[in-house]
Nanobody
Framework: QVHLVESGGGLVQPGGSLRLSCAAS????????MAWYRRTPSNMRDLVAT???????DYVDAVKGRFTITRDLDKNTVYLQMNSLKPEDTAVYHC???????WGQGTQVTVSS
């Protein structure tokens, strides 16, 4: 079973940036699509962005133009670059591979002045 480990979260001021990482224990990102989700303080789990096997990306409207997914297949890692962060981006961010049913443990992002 693949293991996913997120990192890169933290406390940042509004307008700041963070880069999250999702490291996989196998080369799963070569074969399957993945997604970033976030669980908000109100305990809602929202889709943030997706990365298809062929490299196609898609983003929810709330983060379009601010967040970018990239990947390094040699490192089995997917990144989520988050710019122009807003307080409403505060959440625990998880990476997910639907075909494997795999979730990471999450990394906390807090946007606050």
């Amino acid at each position: 079973q693949v293991h996913l480990v997120e990192s890169g979260g933290g406390l940042v001021q509004p307008g700041g940036s963070l880069r999250l990482s999702c490291a996989a224990s196998t080369s799963i990102f070569r074969w399957y699509s993945m997604a970033w989700y976030r669980r908000t303080p109100s305990n809602m789990r929202d889709l943030v962005a997706t990365l298809s096997r062929d490299g196609t990306t898609d983003y929810v409207d709330a983060v379009k133009g601010r967040f970018t997914i990239t990947r390094d297949l040699d490192k089995n890692t997917v990144y989520l670059q988050m710019n122009s962060l807003k307080p409403e981006d505060t959440a625990v961010y998880h990476c997910h591979v639907p075909m494997e049913g795999a979730w990471g443990q999450g990394t906390q992002v807090t946007v606050s002045s």
